[in-house]
């Protein structure tokens, strides 16, 4: 059987360049390089919901901001399916069937879930559906038998929460569910993103992104209120590169042909390091240069993302069409499901 590729975004928010690098580059890398069966990219508007539940307007409001980030960074509905979770109700139905292969004890161990509880202060009075959310998550994966997840790192937890269950599954009911598996990026250094505050997450909350969306102006600002090292005051004194937003970007978004074109007395970005760790080199120059860089690999996912902004009909037919297809391939694993465990009555 060939590759079928899944994976899902919650819909609270226009991606930043921490999804971008994380897992949108890996997704639209994928997609070109079309070996797979299927490929589902979706909006996990339901998962959103167990922690945004008194909030509907705002999800409603960021699955057309993701769609158009996703159309923005390329993804292409000719070749991948787009589509919208809650509009899927046989993921809800497999939800509840998985819930019976998980214990409390083991939903309490998943490293993510219990960060995110910490960080939204739930601690006592944990709504049971974001609780359980790692168990939808399983189905929005087995519904599709995806085996190949593109994820950021902090979604390993998830993806070892699913291999559990469908084992589970299997071993119960037959060989029925496929498990899958994570595809992280290939440079570690694209995991997590730090903030340009130099926090080590990149979040809404903390107000430390590059938006997607953001308009050059917005970038240009960002960028230049990097955290850097505060202690590189004078441009002689010699700088620090660990724990320096611009260098950490520098890392992951530039290339050499970038000393070509925007700082040519240098070749590289070893050079440029060891003049900032010497001194005589000012925290200007590094910033304006990743300026440069950034507006170069943001531009056309701007200019992409207004084109798609003025035709939402046509951003909605794709999610429509993607969702009714993907109904359909849920649908057919449902029958396979509901006849493993024998409650298929009417056959
Ligand atoms: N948990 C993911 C996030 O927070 C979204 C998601 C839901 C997902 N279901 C998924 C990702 C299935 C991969 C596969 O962004």
Redesign the pocket.
């Known amino acids: 059987m060939g590759n079928i590729i899944?994976?899902?975004?919650?819909p609270t928010g226009r991606l930043h360049i921490g999804h971008y690098v994380g897992s949108l580059k890996n997704r639209v890398r994928l997609q070109n390089e079309g070996n797979y069966d299927e490929m589902y990219v979706f909006i996990?508007d339901a998962?959103a919901l167990t922690d945004n539940f008194d909030n509907p307007d705002k999800v409603r409001e960021n699955i057309k901001e993701v769609a158009l980030d996703y159309l923005a960074v390329g993804l292409d509905p000719s070749k991948c399916t787009m589509f919208i979770q809650s509009m899927i109700p046989e993921l809800t139905e497999l939800t509840f069937y998985y819930m019976n292969l998980v214990t409390i004890a083991r939903l309490h161990r998943n490293p993510t879930v219990k960060a995110e509880i910490e960080q939204k202060g739930f601690e006592e009075s944990i709504p049971a559906g974001f609780f359980t959310y790692p168990v939808s998550?399983t189905a929005?994966?087995t519904a599709f038998k995806a085996n190949l997840?593109p994820?950021g790192d902090d979604?390993l937890p998830?993806i070892e929460q699913a291999r559990e269950i469908v084992r589970k599954f299997n071993s119960i009911y037959g060989d029925t569910l496929v498990e899958p598996e994570a595809v992280l990026p290939e440079d570690e250094r694209c995991y997590r993103l730090v903030g340009i505050d130099g926090n080590a997450k990149m979040s809404k909350s903390l107000g430390n992104c590059i938006y997607l969306a953001d308009s050059e102006e917005d970038i240009k600002k960002k960028v230049f209120s990097m955290y850097t090292d505060p202690n590189h005051i004078k441009i002689e004194d010699p700088g620090k590169i660990e724990g320096n937003v611009v260098f950490t970007y520098l890392d992951i978004f530039c290339k050499d042909e970038d000393f070509d074109k925007y700082l040519p007395e240098y070749k590289n970005l070893d050079e440029l390091k060891a003049h900032y760790q010497k001194g005589g080199l000012g925290d200007m120059k590094i910033k304006k240069f990743l300026n440069s860089i950034l507006q170069d690999e943001l531009r056309p996912i701007r200019e992409r993302r207004e084109q798609y902004e003025k035709n939402l009909d046509e951003v909605y037919r794709y999610l429509q069409e993607g969702t009714n297809k993907a109904r359909e391939a849920a649908a057919r694993t449902l029958e396979e499901v509901r006849s493993a465990m024998k409650i298929n009555y009417f056959e």
């Open positions: 899944l994976t899902g975004d919650r996990a998962q998550q929005d994966i997840i994820v979604q998830m």
